[in-house]
């Protein structure tokens, strides 16, 4: 089996359906076995294609369906796999679905994963599992065995022998390398057309690496064995392959803060002709010394910048760490017996000038905002002060104001400049407590040297809990679950309610009209048939009858109602005092006072004085 295939089944077993897939297989749909060779699978492609192709089905005389299309192109598509001994043997490992997933990762869905997942089995989920512990393994077990020799613990055992994963990380690099310079020029992708094809990996830039890695792994060698005591040479010597290592990664970054970021026009302008006439090498050599960009802003533009901007604060790093490593072979060779703060003083430079320099360039990128559009950091800017640069604004035609969508660009700008000073001031702080640690055990402090390394220690523990309690807790949800707990305890409520029975699922046949009609004259009955005290206080409690009272309408007069009471009357010009302002209640008051008694109804004239109004 493959290594990729090996890999996959690996990492991806539990994201694959266990369930056999009810589609046929590409053996059924050739009819072959699974050993079928190659002629076997030509002759039953031509059998199958003489029974299944749709033209050939109406020349039979039968009616061609979608159904038919389908299963003869994916028959064919089952050929195609199947012929190919690459493919076959991936669909062969993994079926039709997980062949799919690797040729096409774009085309997986999310939920038919989350569900494969949730239904796998316990030993494909530890698998995921073993990989994520492999990695922390991998990434910490050198700094734990490199920590333990300093505090003594491993007695006197060689640094050759504790180094033991650093040279296994080595031999994967150097083999890596290796492969890349085997591959040869990669192959220009159809979609580029020849003139304007650059290969990204040219074979000096694969060499180069390759050098510069082995300079590297001589430093780490002398290191140990002049740790060991195997070797006498000075101090100097043994960081002669650092220096050449620092050197060549020096001269690759200023080259590249050197580098101008130009227009097509510019570039065509400066060489003296178009681009697409130059050679291979010519056009080598403008990558090397341009960086194209369609226009002098924008998002490409922008990160264009933050490489130049990025190279530069390598070449500083790079520098710092010379001048410590120097510092440090000078406190060793010579016997100075500085203070290691001193010789880590280069070290502290260059945190300051990194955070600065980020500072900095947070700063200018809102200066070029705030100068784009004045009124993006000043939202509460006077009328007078907008009337005034209306004004400007008309007096330069050429500027012209800013869209929406450039207003938006600008803030996101700044905000991600925000962004990068924070979390370059949160790292460069985290970063300078270790290496005050690192410093005070360097100068005698008497804790161990895993409390260096505890923050990575614990970090990385708590991540990998956190996968393991992700990979392990998820478990398909039924969307069923509890519905006859639910429909039991809703039937049981319903019969204790008194609503007559309880539904048990079945079948539900809604009453008749004539059903209805029936059942609700039947409680209209009961309800108009009182008991015989019921009548009794209804009786004696009914109220005599009286015509309702009316109203006539008198344009001298107004509104005048007829067989009203006194006690009504009084309560509905209460209700209107109450409700109305209080300058209205004393005019309704007055109202009241000086009203005339002539009324037409006699109720309404016999005004009561004994009425109180609050």
């Known amino acids: 089996m493959r290594f990729d295939i090996a890999f996959f089944l690996c990492c991806c077993r539990s994201f694959l359906s266990s369930r056999q897939s009810e589609e046929e297989s590409f053996y059924d749909l050739l009819s072959v076995d699974k050993h079928a060779t190659q002629d076997e699978l030509k002759r039953a492609y031509k059998r199958q294609s003489l029974q299944m192709h749709p033209d050939k089905l109406a020349q039979k005389g039968k009616s061609v369906t979608a159904d038919d299309r389908d299963r003869f192109t994916r028959m064919r598509n089952a050929y195609e796999v199947l012929s190919d001994p690459r493919r076959r043997e991936t669909y062969d490992a993994i079926g039709e679905r997980g062949m799919k997933w690797m040729e096409d990762p774009l085309s997986i869905d999310p939920q038919e994963l989350a569900h494969n997942f949730a239904t796998s089995s316990i030993l494909d989920r530890s698998k995921i599992f073993a990989i994520f512990l492999a990695i922390y393994v991998a990434v910490f077990l050198l700094p734990i065995l490199i920590c333990l020799m300093a505090d003594g613990t491993f007695g006197g055992a060689k640094w050759v022998a504790v180094l033991t994963p650093l040279w296994i990380w080595d031999v994967f690099i150097l083999f890596y390398h290796t492969r890349v310079i085997m591959m040869g020029p990669i192959k220009r992708p159809e979609h580029i057309p020849e003139e304007e094809w650059v290969d990204p990996l040219p074979m000096k830039k694969r060499v180069s690496a390759l050098v510069r890695f082995v300079f590297l792994v001589l430093f ?133 000038c990194i955070v600065g320099s980020s500072f900095q360039n947070w700063v200018e990128v809102q200066a070029e905002a705030a100068k784009r559009d004045p009124s993006l950091f000043d939202q509460t800017a006077d009328v007078e002060q907008g009337y005034a640069q209306m004004d400007e604004d008309t007096k330069n035609d050429d500027d012209q104001p800013l869209t929406d969508e450039e207003k938006e660009e600008l803030k996101t700008k700044v905000a991600q400049a925000a962004y990068r000073v924070l979390g370059t001031c949160c790292t460069q702080c985290f970063f300078l407590v270790l290496l005050c640690v690192l410093v005070g055990k360097m100068q005698g402090a008497g804790y161990s040297w895993l409390v260096i390394i505890s923050p990575f220690l614990a970090a990385g523990g708590l991540v990998l809990c956190c996968l393991a309690c992700t990979i392990f807790c998820v478990s398909e949800v039924d969307e069923n679950a509890g519905l006859a707990d639910f ?128």
Request: aromatic content about 8%; some cysteine.
């Open 220 to 352: 780490q060698v002398l290191l140990a064995l002049k740790m060991d005591a195997i070797i006498a040479f000075p101090w100097w010597a043994v960081f002669i392959p650092l220096y050449f290592w620092e050197v060549m990664a020096l001269k690759k970054k200023i080259s590249l803060t050197m580098i101008n970021i130009v227009t097509h026009a510019e570039l065509e302008l400066a060489i003296g002709k178009n681009f697409a006439a130059c050679n291979a090498f010519e056009r080598e050599d403008i990558h090397r010394r341009f960086i194209l960009v369609p226009a002098k802003s924008g998002p490409v533009y922008d990160a264009a910048c933050r490489i130049k901007a990025e190279a530069k604060m390598d070449v500083v790093r790079i520098l710092a760490r010379v001048v410590f490593t120097v510092l440090m072979v000078l406190n060793l060779d010579l016997g100075k017996e500085w203070s290691w703060w001193i010789v880590f003083i280069p070290i502290f430079v260059m945190v300051v």
């Open 487 to 614: 429909d039991t305890r809703v039937n049981e409520a319903t019969a204790a309610a008194g609503y007559g029975a309880t539904y048990d699922g079945g079948d539900y046949t809604p009453p008749t009209t004539d059903q209805a009609g029936q059942q609700q004259q039947q409680q209209q009955e009961q309800q108009s048939v009182p008991s015989s005290s019921t009548d009794a206080r209804a009786a004696e409690t009914k109220p005599i009858s009286k015509p309702p009272p009316t109203a006539t309408w008198d344009p001298e007069k107004g509104e005048i109602w007829q067989n009203t009471t006194q006690d009504e009357e009084d309560e509905e010009t209460t209700n209107e005092v109450i409700s109305a302002p209080k300058q209205e209640k004393t005019d309704l008051l007055d109202n009241i006072e000086d009203a005339q008694p002539a009324v037409v109804d006699p109720q309404l004239s016999e005004a009561s004085e004994d009425f109180d109004l609050d």
